[in-house]
């Protein structure tokens, strides 16, 4: 499978690197049951294993609706989280972005905004989808104004759609369309 990089002179600090099996690593497994990284992900109902990633990594590789990429550092080239563009459905031309940034290191840096505006452009552009969605349990505020930061808007609420420490809890969804690309930095996709 054909690597993809998706960088912008715009952003300064990350660039996205299709995953591969070899982005398998302890560090990963770790992110995936720190509770604490994983508060607001699926995946926490789960004990994760260097096989259960691994497992994963080659599903998302060989599902074409599936678009998973590792956020990367510039400066050295670190793998500190992921990024996906899932679900897409070809008939309405949708997809869905998630995200989680492993190393909490570079929470609150502004590190999700880029990342999500180069997965954008990318979805928008590349794979020529017309709408992508985005959605955040409500007290994940954090993951909420990262996607608006990007450019994206409020789409509605689903009333406790989820539950979270036992509790019914709304999620926040947020949307960005084709015809907002002007929002968004160039790419170079190599």
Not at 40 to 54: G, K, S
Not at 160 to 167: A, E, L, S
């Amino acid at each position: 499978m054909k690597q993809i990089i998706i960088a912008s002179e715009q952003i300064s600090s990350v660039y996205l690197q299709s995953i591969n099996e070899s982005d398998t690593s302890e560090a990963y497994v770790q992110w995936l049951n720190d509770p604490l990284i994983n508060q607001y992900l699926e995946t926490r109902f789960y004990q994760q294993n260097f096989q259960t990633v691994l497992a994963f990594i080659r599903n998302i590789m060989a599902n074409p609706h599936e678009h998973l990429f590792t956020i990367r550092l510039k400066k050295n080239n670190k793998h500190i989280g992921n990024i996906k563009v899932g679900a897409i459905n070809v008939h309405h031309n949708i997809g869905e972005v998630s995200l989680f940034i492993g190393d909490k290191n570079f929470w609150g840096k502004g590190i999700a905004s880029q990342a999500i505006q180069l997965i954008s452009r990318y979805s928008l552009e590349q794979l020529q989808l017309r709408k992508l969605c985005a959605g955040a349990y409500k007290t994940n505020i954090g993951s909420t104004k990262a996607f608006l930061n990007s450019g994206y808007q409020h789409d509605g609420e689903l009333v406790d759609h989820y539950t979270f420490n036992g509790q019914p809890i709304n999620l926040v969804q947020v949307c960005l369309f084709e015809h907002q690309l002007n929002l968004l930095p160039a790419i170079d996709t190599r």
